[in-house]
């Protein structure tokens, strides 16, 4: 991945006309060059200028400082204000590409940076059974080639500022081979997730490999059990097995596939989302979007305080027999399973407010982005689509049957907005700020099938390969529903669930009463039966409870880590969720300057504009440091106080990164701070 990126900065204030001037730290000339060619080419509202400066930081290994200068060039374009955008330009890898990443995509990484419950989250698994031989070299090779020719599989995550996909020329998947008495398959599966991953590094799938019992009766090889271990903010699960349709694809080609990148990728999908007219997707959502008093909850507030911690999963099928009178129940009126699913949700919903009368009910539907107007779009690996809020009317006295045709009409409006974030929707309904428009998400998967070409393929060599299935999965929400059809033809559905708000019991309870009513509401007849008469269905079960989310908020926390010497000035080192675990500890024990060195924890959306005063003495000097994520709230505070007091404070920024690589980055940083008062 190579060394961060530091910068620092001196806010002045938003002043329409002042430039924006930033020292990049430790940087070889053509990586600046690098650097100020893509600010340039990205904010073209600014004039770009870079200098070199003279260089009197010892053990700087040959690298240099320089002086980025950012021009506004007409009084509409005020400096002064380092946007998100701009900030990620600034801290992103010099020689490496970066796209923006999706809206999903942006609250899935949000949400995995912020986790308090460790490295597993948002970590998804599949799994199947590989019978026949297996040439681990090949099988090493043929996943490198596939990395060689798929953009996602090189690319990692930077949250600095604007979060953005980077995309690196080379990245290695790791492939892990387990002797049957090595480890037990559930335990494999357990520490696998548990390790999660180092988002800002490429390498977010990896494989491992866990042998079956020695074959003792004679017939051939025995089962290897193979384990694909992956980010949620990276792929979906459609794009995984994609991924490994092309495994196979080069395993029978000798490990290797012909040709350079596979077009269209990532790359290609968020160019079409830049071509695309938001226009008609703001007048849709305008209208579309859940009014403030819908029913969103999948439970009656009440349910215990902090359960537990971490992601629950529970799973339930109806048979196939009970699959088909579904589905034939639904396809006699006009709709189909994933709208009969959709109704029985919304009745759920309705039931959990404990209304009486109609009453608008929502929530997300997750569409896989796929049906695209770009060619082979159902064929790119990665994360595409976006959880949409739907909106039906659940009226007692109505026709259970108007409501499953309600279900179905609002689930086909929103097909063509599947590329539109949840922040747009917000912003273009006027519900920017305030609770989410949703709290529970149904989605409907459709595993793509291995090709029969393949599968012939794979079998004239001895291979027989099963179907990969699921294990594990995540939800940043309180419950989402997943359907999808297992091997038989049965209708699996399975509640991802947050333990902190939702306990195991109501989670199986509400997947209960769903699978209760997919059954028994293809026994009734459409004529006088009622959206009452369906909730009546579940009179003696119990409606389930959640408890509430934690208390939003800011909250800061001040400590001292570092004494430092008499007098000497203060770096003040700002810490938000996401920054890298040890980097300031790192700092901390190895910096060498004389400086006294304070924490300052921001919990929350709002930066503190207090001032820090406080921290210093008489004639010392503060000096804010924010590494990742923390740099923009860093920034943010010492504009504030420069707005208010017109101090400049020194801002040291840096990338994204691994704890060392951040500690160093920081050092270098500071020993610039220092030499321009020396």
């Known amino acids: 991945m190579g060394a961060v990126l530091a910068v620092v900065h001196e806010p002045l204030g ?32 600014y004039d770009v200028d870079l200098d070199d400066m003279a260089d009197d930081i010892p053990d700087a290994g040959g690298l240099g400082r320089h002086l980025l200068r950012l021009t506004p060039r007409g009084p ?3 400096g002064g204000a380092l946007t998100d955008d701009l900030l990620a330009d600034l801290l992103a890898p010099p020689a490496a590409g970066t796209i923006a990443v999706t809206g999903h995509q942006r609250a899935l990484l949000a949400a995995a940076v912020d986790s308090r419950c460790g490295p597993g989250r948002y970590v998804e698994q599949i799994f199947w059974d590989w019978a026949g031989p297996l040439d681990l070299s090949r099988f090493i090779t043929a996943w490198q080639s596939v990395a060689e020719r798929e953009a996602v599989l090189r690319a990692s995550f930077d949250w600095a500022g604007a979060a953005r996909l980077v995309l690196h020329d080379r990245a290695v998947v790791e492939v892990v081979r387990h002797a049957h008495a090595d480890v037990a398959w559930s335990e494999l599966l357990r520490q696998d997730r548990a390790r999660g991953f180092e988002l800002y590094r490429p390498g977010l799938l990896r494989l491992s490999l866990l042998d079956g019992p020695p074959d003792t009766t004679g017939a051939g090889h025995s089962p290897t059990r193979l384990l694909v271990t992956y980010h949620r903010a990276l792929l979906d699960e459609r794009g995984a097995r994609l991924l490994v349709r092309q495994f196979y694809r080069a395993y029978l080609a000798g490990g290797v596939l012909p040709g350079g990148d596979r077009r269209p990728d990532i790359r290609d999908h968020t160019q079409w989302l830049t071509r695309q007219d938001p226009a008609g997707a703001r007048e849709f959502w305008a209208s579309a979007a859940p009014p403030a008093d819908a029913a969103v909850s999948p439970g009656r507030p009440g349910g215990p305080l902090r359960h537990t911690e971490g992601p629950g999963r529970i799973q339930r099928r109806l048979r196939p027999p009970e699959t088909s009178r579904l589905r034939s129940w639904a396809a006699g009126r006009g709709a189909g399973e994933s709208s009969a699913l959709h109704a029985v949700w919304a009745l759920l919903l309705y039931r959990a407010a404990g209304a009486d009368g109609p009453l608008p009910v929502a929530f997300g539907v997750h569409l896989s982005g796929r049906d695209m107007s770009l060619r082979a779009a159902a064929d790119i690996p990665g994360l595409l689509g976006n959880p949409l809020p739907m909106t039906v009317t659940v009226d007692p006295s109505a026709a259970l049957v108007d409501l499953l045709l309600q279900a179905r009409n609002a689930a086909l409006d929103l097909c063509p907005y599947a590329w539109v974030s949840n922040d747009r929707i917000r912003e273009w309904s006027g519900r920017a700020c305030g609770p989410d428009l949703t709290e529970t998400t ?9 090709p029969q070409n393949l599968r012939a393929e794979l079998a004239a060599r001895g291979i027989r390969v099963g179907v990969p299935q699921s294990a594990g999965g995540d939800t940043t929400l309180p419950v989402t529903l997943v359907a999808h ?51 009546r269905l579940l009179s003696t079960s119990e409606v389930p409870r959640l408890a509430p989310p934690e208390p939003g908020g800011t909250r800061l926390a001040l400590a001292v880590l570092r004494a430092g010497a008499p007098g000497a000035d203060v770096v003040c080192l700002v810490t938000v969720p996401g920054v890298t675990p040890g980097a300031y500890d790192t700092l901390v024990r190895e910096h060498e300057g004389p400086e006294r060195i304070v924490s300052l924890s921001v919990t929350g959306r709002q930066v503190p504009s207090g001032p820090l005063r406080e921290l210093l003495g008489g004639g010392r000097r503060l000096t804010l440091c924010g590494a990742g994520p923390a740099a923009r709230v860093a920034h943010e505070i010492a504009r504030s106080a420069a707005e208010r007091t017109g101090e400049a404070w020194a801002v040291v920024m840096t990338g994204v990164g691994g704890a060392a690589e951040s500690a160093e980055a920081l050092s270098r940083a500071l020993q610039a701070v220092r030499a321009r008062s020396t």
């Open 76 to 78: 509409a374009d005020p």
């Open 14 to 45: 938003t002043q329409a006309w002042s430039p924006l001037v930033f020292e990049l730290c430790a940087l070889a000339r053509t990586d600046a060059g690098a650097v100020a060619a893509r600010v340039a080419e990205r904010h073209r509202m």
């Open 442 to 450: 149904v989605r409907f998967d459709s595993h793509p099938e291995l």
């Open 485 to 535: 059809y297992d091997a038989d033809g049965a209708l699996v559905l399975t509640a991802l669930y947050d333990r902190a708000r939702f306990t195991d019991t109501d989670a199986s309870s509400t997947l209960s009463q769903c699978l209760q009513l997919l059954r028994r509401l293809p026994e009734h007849p459409d004529e006088g039966f009622t959206v009452g008469d369906a909730l």
